[in-house]
């Protein structure tokens, strides 16, 4: 079985300071990570993935993710962020399989 | 590309009526998976299918839900009878040939309300 860990609900952090949004996964074979981005009324975006490489990986409207095996984490990261930001971010695995498991979602607020 | 297209948006419906969800995959993609959105759940899989063929629908909660596939371009989920507790936001999502390592993209989900 895969899991997503989402640790915190709620992320709040003021425009132009750094953001990070926390996830740690859970799988059996090579571990493939994303992020996705929901806006409100919105369908899932995507933002990165993972899937071997560089443990730094870098995607859409400036986020980048760290890929850290030996603590299973793949945290979200942006250096300064926008009001724009403000939405509700998945992480996701897929092992081997077709099967993508989400994490709960943590919904970013940025303020201005 | 106009990316993954859902029909209708919005579902309102009473308790016992029939209700189809629509789904228009990206083109050239062989791979589309039914999801469902609730607060307390999160998103849940309900069912993939590979070159129109359902590969797992384990994810279906019962067999009021049903799935069709009948070609590339094409795909509806069904809900009869609906009852509340489906009140949900569906998304569909699609991805290219070698699912495995590659990304889904979703539509924009309709939210269906059961009365």
Known sequence: AQSVAQPEDQVNVAEGNPLTVKCTYSVSGNPYL???VQYPNRGLQFLLKYITGDNLVKGSYGFEAEFNKSQTSFHLKKP???VSDSALYFCAVRGDDYKLSFGAGTTVTVRA | DAGVIQSPRHEVTEMG?????RCKP????????WYRQTMMRGLELLIYFNNNVPIDDSG????????K?????????KIQPSEPRDSAVYFCASSFP????????????TRLSVL
């Open chain 1, 80 to 82: 300064s962020a926008l």
């Open chain 2, 26 to 33: 990206i083109s050239g993609h062989n791979s589309l998976f």
């Open chain 2, 69 to 77: 596939m009948p070609n590339a371009s094409f795909s509806t989920l």
């Open chain 2, 60 to 67: 279906m909660p019962e067999d009021r839900f049903s799935a």
């Open chain 2, 98 to 109: 070698g699912a495995t390592k590659n990304i889904q993209y979703f539509g924009a989900g």
């Open chain 2, 17 to 21: 009526q029939e209700v189809t969800l």
């Open chain 1, 34 to 36: 994303f992020w996705y």
